[in-house]
């Protein structure tokens, strides 16, 4: 029996990676619905080599288009909220959630509540809403498979063994572009120089987040929700090569690490082919011409951002859905050359330092605060240019 899979955010980097993937094992696959936020030549492209039977663009102006380019083919057209959260309830055995930041939340929390199997790759709704969507998994029985390398390679190295013999998850950073630079450097940063990853190619936004190591806080914060560990039993390492992708520590002191090239194909074929395994062409791990291995501790003066995750995920609460917001607004306005690379560290630091709000209780909770701390990231930035 093939797998029927539902992509969201099939146009981006890890959706292209799983499409990839789904084209080498057509015999594995049965992709029912794919979606994407504006790209509609590239989604419709998507939806014809991959058969999918629904195509859904989020921004309801590309519905015209989509629709032309689909025309007579088997594919059905639709676009808007409504309709990315209908594509994530479709009647599919997975959803691969690659939507990037919180716009991904209703689609994902929709998938969790209809008790799917949800590939997740979008760390940014784990980070905002984490324990809803714990909650909502428990009670629907829907299984989360992490994607983000490093939670795929914990997931991989706890498989088999009980929660009360972990000791501390350890999460590997490659350090980002900047991971050798100076203060001096960073505030100089351009865009171009922030998403020039050394060892992986992702979306812009995940790039920008590794050169400033909030990637890796955001991932402090998801490994907190998927692993029920608290912040002290999960450390931090800067390992420049991304050869070990993460590692669990045992009370016995036995340390489990999963190793493999840095190829985001492997994690997402591991969730893909879960609790099976499927072939990839991923770069066979050559040890020996690495030569070595390279371990150091993270340097929370050059990176602010993630000392910065590491206190709102102690502090609790609504901090996480103040940090994610205020760092996704900054890091857009980064990206399009309103602010310094510098500025995204200060200006999440400025929003959790002015923000009093309670814990969400529900999504709207969490969508309405989202909404909130974004508006007071913008007026912060323009009284910034103004002054
Ligand atoms: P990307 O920018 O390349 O792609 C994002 C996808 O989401 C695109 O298909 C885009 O059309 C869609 N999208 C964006 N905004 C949307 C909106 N408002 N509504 C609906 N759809 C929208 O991003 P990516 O690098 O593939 O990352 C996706 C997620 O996976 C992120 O949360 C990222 O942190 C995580 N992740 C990515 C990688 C990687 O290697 N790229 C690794 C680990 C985790
Ligand atoms: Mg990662």
């Not at 088999?160 to 991971?179: H, M, N, Y």
């Not at 120089?193 to 920008?208: E, R, T």
């Not at 045992?250 to 493999?260: I, M, R, T």
């Not at 940090?323 to 990206?335: D, M």
Request: aromatic share 4%; glycine share 8%; with cysteine.
């Amino acid at each position: 029996m093939k797998r029927r899979i539902v992509i969201l955010g099939a146009t981006g980097s890890v959706g292209q990676s799983t499409v990839d993937l789904v084209e080498r094992s057509p015999e594995r696959f049965d992709v029912v619905a794919v979606t994407a936020a504006t790209k509609t030549g590239a989604l419709a492209d998507i939806a014809q080599r991959t058969g999918a039977r629904l195509a859904v663009v989020a921004d309801e102006r590309g519905l015209p288009d989509l629709q032309a380019r689909l025309a007579g083919t088997a594919c059905a057209a639709a676009a808007g909220p409504v309709a990315l959260i209908e594509a994530a309830q479709c009647d599919a055995d997975l959803v691969i959630a690659a939507i990037v930041g919180c716009a991904g939340l209703e689609p994902v929390m929709a998938a969790i509540r209809a008790g799917r199997t949800v590939a997740l790759a979008n760390k940014e709704a784990l980070v905002t809403a984490g324990a809803l969507m714990i909650d909502a998994a428990a009670s629907s029985g829907a299984t989360i498979l992490p994607v983000d390398s490093e939670h795929n390679a914990i997931f991989q190295c706890l498989a088999g063994s009980r929660s009360e013999d972990v000791s501390r998850l350890i999460l590997t950073a490659s350090g980002g572009p900047f991971r050798d630079a100076s203060l001096a450097d960073m505030r100089a940063a351009t865009a171009a120089q922030a998403v020039a990853h050394p060892n992986w190619s992702m979306g812009a936004k995940i790039s920008v987040d590794s050169a400033t190591m909030m990637n890796k806080g955001l991932e402090l914060i998801e490994a907190h929700f998927l692993f029920g560990l608290p912040s002290e039993r999960i450390d931090i390492i800067v390992h420049p090569q991304s050869v070990v992708h993460s590692m669990v520590e045992f009370v016995d002191g036995s340390v489990l690490a999963q190793l493999g090239s840095p190829d985001m194909r492997i994690p997402i074929a591991y969730a893909m082919a879960w609790p099976e395994r499927m072939a990839t062409p991923a770069d066979q791990l050559d040890l020996a011409a690495i030569g070595r291995l390279d371990f150091r501790a993270p340097d929370f003066d050059l990176f602010p951002a993630l000392r910065i995750a590491r206190d709102a995920l102690q502090q609790g609460g609504a901090a996480p859905v103040v940090l994610n917001a205020a760092n996704e607004v900054a890091v857009g306005s980064f990206l399009d050359g309103r602010i310094g690379f510098c500025e995204i560290a200060e200006l999440v630091e400025q929003a959790l330092a002015a923000s009093s709000s309670a814990a969400p209780t529900s999504i709207a909770d969490v969508l309405a605060l989202d909404r909130f701390v974004r508006a007071g990231v913008e007026t912060a930035m323009t009284t910034r240019c103004a002054g």
